[in-house]
C-alpha cells in the first residue's frame, strides 16, 4: 500500500517478482497510474512513501498419504438410550456408540450418538456419518433431506 507523501489513503500495488530499482521504478509507474485513474490526478514529482506491504509465497501442496488412525476390524459396539428429537416427535431410542470402535468406512445413520473421551457426536435424524481414513468422521445429510 502506498501513497504521495502527506496523504492519508492509501493504493495497493502489486510488485510482482524481487525488488529491485527496475521493480521499483515499474512500481512507482503504476502507483501514478492507478492514482491517475482512481482519483483523476497523479504527481509523479512527489514522494511516495510505502505504507504496508504484504507478501505471497505459494507452494505446490504435498500429496498426502493417509494412514488409518484408527485399526480397521474392531467390533462396533452399541448401547442405546431415549433421546429427544423435536423432528422426531419426542423422545426415541438412539443407538449410542463407542468412537473408538468404530472402523474407517463405518457409516452410521442418523438419529444415533458417537461418544468419546472428550466430545459427543449427536447424529440427527436425516444425516449420516462415516469414519474417515483420517480418523474425522463426516456428517452428512441424506439425499432425501432438503437441510
Known amino acids: 500500500d502506498a501513497r504521495y507523501v502527506g496523504q492519508a489513503y ?4 502489486p510488485i510482482d517478482g ?3 530499482k527496475e521493480s521499483l521504478g515499474t512500481f512507482r509507474k503504476s502507483f501514478d497510474s492507478t492514482h491517475q ?10 514522494p511516495i512513501e510505502l505504507v504496508n506491504a504484504r507478501v ?3 507452494w505446490a501442496f504435498p500429496s498426502l498419504d493417509f494412514k488409518p488412525v484408527i ?3 474392531r467390533p462396533l459396539k452399541a448401547d442405546s438410550r ?7 416427535g ?10 473408538e470402535t468404530l472402523e474407517v468406512g463405518a457409516r452410521i445413520s442418523g438419529p444415533a450418538i458417537v461418544e468419546q473421551f ?16 483420517n480418523g474425522n468422521v463426516m456428517v452428512t445429510a441424506s439425499s432425501d433431506r432438503a437441510h
Open 118 to 133: 472428550d466430545s459427543t457426536l449427536v447424529v440427527y435424524p436425516g444425516q449420516h456419518a462415516e469414519l474417515e481414513i
Open 56 to 58: 505471497v509465497q505459494s
Open 90 to 99: 419426542g423422545y426415541i431410542q438412539v443407538p449410542v456408540m463407542a468412537r
Open 82 to 88: 431415549p433421546v429427544y428429537f423435536e423432528e422426531s
Open 18 to 20: 524481487p525488488i529491485s
Open 37 to 46: 485513474r482512481i482519483y483523476g490526478h497523479a504527481n509523479p514529482d512527489s
Open 10 to 13: 492509501t493504493l495497493e500495488i
Open 71 to 73: 485399526p480397521a476390524g
